[in-house]
């Protein structure tokens, strides 16, 4: 991923609402969720909610497909793991870092 980009996405997920939706649909897994079901579940109106849907589309981080009359909204696994890993491309100045918490680096132990 490049820096444009990443920074397209992260935009995408600096507000709340948008950042709400953006995890309940990454929580619904391959399925991906409907707008209504998206609006029920996190009590966005739709209006509301169709404005934030859009901004992560073009931010590249959920895919629409339509269903006859309908849309379903699916997380882009690869392009969210894709930002993950450009922003910690850079860790622990390129040594293996352990599994602890808050990625705790080998770079200090002896």
């Not at 998206?38 to 959920?62: C, I, P, R, W």
């Amino acid at each position: 991923m490049d820096e444009d980009l990443a920074v397209k996405a992260l935009a995408a997920l600096a507000q709340s609402s948008r950042l709400r939706v953006f995890r309940a649909i990454v929580g619904a897994g391959p399925e991906g969720l409907q707008p209504g079901q998206l609006s029920l579940a996190l009590d966005v109106q739709a209006n509301t909610l169709s404005f934030h849907l859009k901004e992560l589309h073009h931010a590249g981080l959920v895919s629409v497909q339509r269903e006859g009359r309908f849309l379903r909204y699916r997380a882009d696994m690869a392009v969210m793991q894709s930002l993950v890993g450009f922003l910690t491309a850079h860790c622990c100045q390129g040594l293996p870092c352990t599994d602890m918490p808050l990625m705790t680096c080998k770079a200090g132990s002896s």
